[in-house]
C-alpha cells in the first residue's frame, strides 16, 4: 500500500477514535440494548399478574341438575393454577322455599361473606333463560369472566350427560392435532432421490439473526459513510484540502480516508459484536453463530462499505455543504433501506428469483445475502461465490467512478453541480 494513502487513513482514524463522539457512539448503543433488555425484562416480569385474594361464590341450583357438574368444572379450574382462584359452596332448594334461601344467600353477599350468588333455575338444562349472578357494590371483571366461562362449561357437561354423552367423550372427539414444523435441510451426502434429513427450524436463525446482521452492516455502513461525508465536505470548506492535495493526488487522499473510515466502522462493529457473542455465550446460545457465517459477514461487510464509501466521498466531493448533500445522498440511502423494506419477504422466500436477482444486484448484494445466508444454511456455496465475485467486480468500477468524480469536484466551489454535470465528469 502506498505510504502516503496509509498515513491518511491513520491520522483519520486517530482523529476519530480519540475524540468523546467516538467513545459515546462506541458505547451507548450496546449499553441502550442492555437496558432494553433489562428493563423489558423486569416490566414483562411485573405484568405478569400476581396471585389474587380467593373470590368467594355461593351457587344456588333450583334445578338440582347441574351442580356435580359445575363442581367438577371449579375443581379443574383450580388444578390449572390460575391467579384468580375460586372458592364455591353449592346451596339447594332444600326444606324451605327458593325465595327464603336467595334472600339469606342475597343478604349474606351484602354483608361480604361471599363475593358473588349464582343463581341456575328450575329449567336451566332445557331452557336458554339467562342466569342470574349477584355481586356486591365492588365487581372484578376477571372473577365475572371467570365465573361466566365454568357455568357455560358445566352446563355444556350436563346436558352432554342428560343426552347420554360423557363429557370426557365429547372432550375427545374435539381434541385437536398439534402441528410440529419440520424444515427439510438439503444433504449432501443423501443418496439422489432419497429423503434429506429433517430439521426443525429454528427461531434465532429464522428471525434474531439475518436482524441482527442486516442492523449491524446497515449501521456500521451508515456511520462511516457519513463520517467520511463529513469529513470531506468540512475540509473542502475550510480549504484544508487544499493543502493536502499539494502533497497526495486525489485518489490517495480519497483511498486513505475510505480505508481509514472502513477501519472505523469495523471497530465500531467488532467491540460490539464481541459484546453480543458476550452475552450469547452467557445465555448458552453461543451455537447459533458460525465461523463461515462471521466470515461471510466480514467480506460482505468490507466490499460493501468499500462500494458505499465510494459513493459518500463522490458526493462529499461534489457539494459545498452538509445540506447540499441530502439531495443526492438520497437516492444512495434508498439503496440501502430497500432490504430492510424487503426483509420479511427475504426472510420467508430466500430461493424467490427476485430475491436472487436483488442478490446479485451489488448495491444491494451484501445486505440481502446475508439474510439469506442467515435464515437458510442450506444455500448453495457456489451462489455465495458467485455474489462476492459480483459484488468484488463492481467494487473497482465504483472506486474509478468516484475517484474521477472527486478529482474534479474536490476544488470546485459555488454553484451545486446536477446530476448531468456529475455524469460529464466521468467522461
Known amino acids: 500500500m502506498n505510504n502516503k494513502i496509509l498515513i491518511v487513513a491513520l491520522r483519520d482514524y486517530a482523529e476519530t477514535v480519540k475524540t468523546k463522539t467516538f467513545l459515546f457512539s462506541l458505547l ?57 382462584q375460586v372458592s364455591v359452596r353449592f346451596y339447594g332448594p332444600g326444606g324451605d322455599s327458593p325465595e327464603k334461601i336467595l334472600g339469606e344467600l342475597k343478604e349474606q353477599v351484602h354483608e361480604g361473606r361471599y363475593d358473588a350468588l349464582l343463581v341456575l333455575e328450575k329449567e336451566a338444562l332445557e331452557s336458554g ?57 438439503e444433504s449432501k451426502t443423501a443418496p439422489r432421490g432419497e429423503p434429506a434429513p ?13 436482524s441482527a446482521f ?31 492535495l499539494a502533497a497526495l493526488s486525489p485518489f490517495q487522499l480519497m483511498a486513505g480516508k475510505i480505508i481509514g473510515q472502513a477501519a472505523i466502522g469495523l471497530t465500531l462493529l467488532g467491540t460490539w459484536a464481541a459484546l453480543a457473542y458476550g ?20 467480506i460482505y461487510f468490507v466490499l460493501g462499505f468499500l462500494l458505499y464509501s465510494c459513493l459518500f466521498a463522490a458526493i462529499g466531493a461534489a457539494c459545498n455543504t452538509l ?26 422466500h430466500p430461493q424467490d428469483p427476485w430475491v436472487i436477482a436483488m442478490s446479485l444486484f451489488p448495491p444491494l448484494t451484501p445486505l440481502v445475502m446475508l439474510v439469506r445466508i442467515a435464515v437458510d444454511p442450506a444455500l448453495g456455496i457456489l451462489e455465495i461465490i458467485a455474489s462476492m465475485l459480483v459484488l468484488g467486480a463492481a467494487v473497482p468500477v465504483v472506486i474509478w467512478a468516484a475517484a474521477k468524480i472527486f478529482r474534479t469536484g474536490i476544488l ?10 456529475i455524469l460529464r465528469w466521468l467522461r
Not at 405484568?47 to 373470590?55: D, H, I, K, S
Not at 426443525?200 to 436463525?205: C, E, I, L, T, V
Not at 450469547?280 to 459477514?297: A, E, N, Q, R
Open 129 to 185: 333463560d339467562t342466569a342470574r349472578l349477584f355481586t356486591g357494590a365492588v365487581e372484578n371483571p376477571e372473577f365475572l369472566a371467570v365465573v361466566r366461562n365454568l357455568l357455560n362449561q358445566g352446563v355444556t357437561d350436563s346436558r352432554f350427560r342428560s343426552h347420554g354423552l360423557s363429557p370426557q367423550e365429547i372432550a375427545g372427539l374435539h381434541c385437536g392435532k398439534a402441528l410440529q414444523t419440520i424444515k427439510l435441510a
Open 214 to 244: 442486516m442492523m449491524l452492516m446497515l449501521i456500521g455502513i451508515m456511520l462511516s459513510g457519513q463520517g467520511l461525508l463529513n469529513s470531506v465536505i468540512e475540509e473542502k470548506a475550510s480549504r484544508v484540502i487544499e493543502v493536502l
Open 198 to 210: 429433517e430439521k426443525k427450524p429454528d427461531r434465532a436463525h429464522s428471525l434474531i439473526l439475518p
Open 28 to 84: 451507548l448503543p450496546p449499553l441502550v440494548v442492555g437496558l432494553i433488555f433489562t428493563f423489558s425484562g423486569r416490566f414483562q416480569r411485573k405484568a405478569v399478574p400476581e396471585p389474587q385474594p380467593e373470590r368467594r361464590l355461593a351457587v344456588l341450583d333450583l334445578s338440582g341438575e347441574i351442580s356435580a357438574d359445575l363442581d367438577s368444572a371449579f375443581n379443574r379450574y383450580r388444578r390449572s393454577g390460575s391467579r384468580e
Open 279 to 298: 452475552v450469547l455465550l452467557y445465555k448458552g446460545m453461543g451455537g447459533i453463530l458460525s465461523g463461515g457465517l462471521v466470515w461471510c459477514f466480514i
Open 412 to 421: 470546485m466551489y459555488g454553484k451545486t453541480p446536477s446530476p448531468r454535470e
Open 323 to 348: 445540506k447540499e448533500s441530502q439531495n443526492l445522498l438520497t437516492p444512495v440511502m434508498l439503496l440501502l433501506m430497500l432490504p430492510m423494506i424487503f426483509q420479511r419477504y427475504i426472510v420467508q
